[in-house]
């Protein structure tokens, strides 16, 4: 089979649409399948050109055994709506004209966060007669609205409506949250045509693995307990309640927030880290994927922490799962819903409200003071990594695509209902859980 996919990020951007198109798309190809990734020139998160690319009109490469074609678009830093939008319309375009080259797929896929690039997708399926798969990554362009960067206006409505156009048209919708096909279902979308495959993680790359000690002295944290905020610094995160906790921990030495990372709200939380005067707060650029396993090595706590917006009761952060394959205790601060459930299943991390600074400084208090529990948490972290491997997930995920499984991937891992639900019929509602582990003087979510 061959598959054509395009997608906005890829690597050597680091986050999770290009992390999960790569992972799996390696292992399509290592079954014996054919891959065409089409995007753009690297410039994610930052909304520059990656040191050492040019953004040419086109270009070809090979990744791991993936046919590559970058086309030219319009790059942006990642701020301000109206520049951020041309960049991703000028994807839609260029990405439509990229995807004519490849000779005779077998399918397209789409992917999202923003759905500029589903359109595309769409297009090329259309004219070239092939089935469309849209893979929804996020309720776009209501997360959109949630972090403020658009009110409700024609605009907005117009852009639902093109939303609910994709996902009619499309053969199949793969879904990264049951959460997220609810939605569709509740909108009149056809269930029997949504899979969901979550993010996962790759665990021959993330395993645990002691501090790595010239890492942590290249990053100021020997001898700490850290916190530590490994991914995009964006409007969807509200980090600068981490900031209001940090301030309130100044009296533990042994406690430090290490962020690595970049996105449109980095710079002011940077300013604001040194406006307070926050020595137990650093902030560190990003680094390439390869490198991540040693990062996570110096994280006693994996924070997680989302905008107290429901929309964010639907998602589950990549950085989740790369913490469990690392064997990292969670601390999850956001809406109780798709991720919080994740981590009472496993019984891996505290729970706290979103955006409660006091909850969260509680918790990290907690969880410095109690390195048994801190221990307990992370081995069940580890414990439960293997529901999420990616050999399984790329597997489920060509299964939908009409491609055979991969060799030995149900070994790899159980599917679990929250991983990949079968396309036809639809799964029933699995039992609502009960509530995860809290750190203390939290609120339980709601029977």
Same mark, same amino acid.
């Given at each position: 089979?061959?598959?054509?996919f395009l997608?906005?990020?890829?690597?050597?951007?680091?986050?999770?649409p290009?992390?999960?198109?790569?992972?799996?798309?390696?292992r399509w190809?290592?079954a014996?399948?054919?891959?065409t990734?089409?995007?753009?020139?690297p410039?994610?998160p930052?909304?520059?050109?990656?040191h050492?690319w040019?953004?040419?009109?086109?270009?070809?490469?090979?990744l791991?055994?993936?046919?590559?074609?970058r086309v030219?678009?319009?790059?942006s830093?990642n701020?301000?709506?109206l520049?951020?939008?041309?960049?991703y319309?000028?994807f839609?375009?260029?990405?439509?004209l990229g995807a004519?080259?490849?000779?005779?797929?077998?399918?397209?896929v789409a992917?999202?966060?923003q759905f500029?690039?589903?359109?595309?997708g769409?297009a090329?399926a259309?004219l070239r007669r092939?089935?469309f798969?849209f893979e929804?990554?996020?309720l776009?362009p209501?997360s959109?609205?949630?972090?403020?960067?658009l009110r409700?206006?024609?605009?907005l409505r117009?852009m639902?409506r093109?939303? &609910? =156009?994709?996902y009619?048209?499309?053969?199949?919708?793969?879904? @990264? %949250?049951?959460?997220?096909r609810?939605d /569709?279902?509740?909108r009149g979308v056809?269930?029997s045509?949504?899979?969901?495959?979550t993010?996962?993680?790759d665990l021959d790359s993330y395993?645990p693995?002691?501090r790595?000690?010239d890492?942590?002295r290249r990053?100021g944290?020997?001898g700490?307990?850290?916190?530590g905020?490994?991914?995009t610094?964006g409007?969807?995160?509200?980090?600068?309640?981490v900031?209001?906790?940090a301030?309130a921990?100044?009296?533990?030495d042994?406690v430090?927030? &290490? =962020?690595?990372?970049d996105?449109a709200?980095?710079?002011?939380l @940077? %300013?604001?880290r040194?406006?307070?005067? /926050?020595d137990?707060?650093?902030?560190?650029?990003p680094v390439?994927?390869d490198?991540?396993?040693a990062?996570?090595?110096?994280?006693?706590?994996?924070l997680?922490h989302l905008?107290?917006t429901?929309?964010?009761?639907?998602v589950?952060?990549s950085k989740?799962f790369e913490?469990?394959g690392?064997?990292?205790?969670?601390?999850?601060a956001?809406p109780a819903?798709?991720?919080?459930r994740?981590l009472?299943?496993?019984?891996?991390g505290?729970?706290?409200?979103?955006?409660?600074?006091?909850?969260?400084?509680?918790? @990290?208090?907690?969880l410095?003071d109690d390195?048994a529990?801190?221990?307990?948490?992370?081995?069940?972290?580890?414990r439960?990594a293997?529901?999420?491997?990616r050999?399984?997930l790329?597997?489920r995920?060509l299964?939908?695509?009409?491609?055979g499984?991969?060799?030995?991937?149900?070994?790899t891992a159980?599917r679990?209902?929250h991983i990949?639900?079968?396309?036809d019929?639809p799964p029933?509602?699995?039992?609502?859980?009960q509530?995860?582990?809290?750190a203390?003087g939290a609120p339980?979510?709601?029977?």
């Amino acid at each position: 089979m061959h598959v054509l996919f395009l997608t906005d990020n890829f690597p050597p951007e680091t986050n999770a649409p290009a992390t999960r198109t790569h992972e799996h798309a390696r292992r399509w190809v290592r079954a014996g399948h054919r891959v065409t990734v089409v995007t753009g020139a690297p410039n994610f998160p930052a909304g520059k050109l990656h040191h050492g690319w040019r953004n040419r009109w086109f270009a070809r490469e090979e990744l791991d055994g993936i046919q590559v074609i970058r086309v030219k678009t319009f790059i942006s830093a990642n701020r301000g709506t109206l520049l951020r939008t041309l960049d991703y319309l000028s994807f839609m375009v260029a990405g439509f004209l990229g995807a004519l080259v490849p000779r005779r797929p077998d399918v397209v896929v789409a992917t999202s966060p923003q759905f500029f690039t589903a359109v595309a997708g769409w297009a090329v399926a259309a004219l070239r007669r092939k089935r469309f798969v849209f893979e929804l990554r996020d309720l776009w362009p209501a997360s959109i609205e949630a972090v403020g960067a658009l009110r409700q206006s024609r605009c907005l409505r117009a852009m639902e409506r093109v939303e &609910l =156009f994709l996902y009619r048209r499309a053969w199949r919708i793969v879904a @990264v %949250t049951n959460a997220f096909r609810d939605d /569709l279902i509740a909108r009149g979308v056809d269930g029997s045509k949504i899979a969901v495959v979550t993010n996962g993680v790759d665990l021959d790359s993330y395993v645990p693995r002691d501090r790595d000690a010239d890492t942590a002295r290249r990053y100021g944290v020997e001898g700490r307990t850290v916190i530590g905020y490994l991914g995009t610094h964006g409007m969807a995160h509200a980090l600068e309640k981490v900031l209001d906790a940090a301030e309130a921990l100044r009296d533990r030495d042994d406690v430090h927030f &290490l =962020f690595v990372g970049d996105g449109a709200a980095k710079r002011e939380l @940077v %300013t604001e880290r040194e406006r307070r005067g /926050l020595d137990n707060v650093s902030f560190h650029a990003p680094v390439a994927k390869d490198a991540m396993p040693a990062l996570w090595s110096l994280c006693d706590v994996a924070l997680v922490h989302l905008k107290d917006t429901p929309v964010f009761e639907t998602v589950i952060p990549s950085k989740i799962f790369e913490a469990m394959g690392s064997g990292r205790t969670i601390l999850f601060a956001g809406p109780a819903g798709e991720a919080s459930r994740i981590l009472e299943d496993a019984d891996c991390g505290l729970c706290v409200p979103a955006e409660d600074s006091a909850a969260l400084a509680a918790a @990290v208090r907690r969880l410095a003071d109690d390195p048994a529990e801190r221990s307990s948490l992370a081995t069940n972290a580890h414990r439960a990594a293997p529901r999420y491997g990616r050999d399984a997930l790329a597997a489920r995920m060509l299964e939908v695509l009409g491609g055979g499984p991969l060799e030995a991937a149900t070994e790899t891992a159980p599917r679990a209902s929250h991983i990949a639900a079968p396309v036809d019929p639809p799964p029933a509602l699995p039992a609502p859980p009960q509530a995860p582990r809290r750190a203390s003087g939290a609120p339980r979510e709601p029977a």
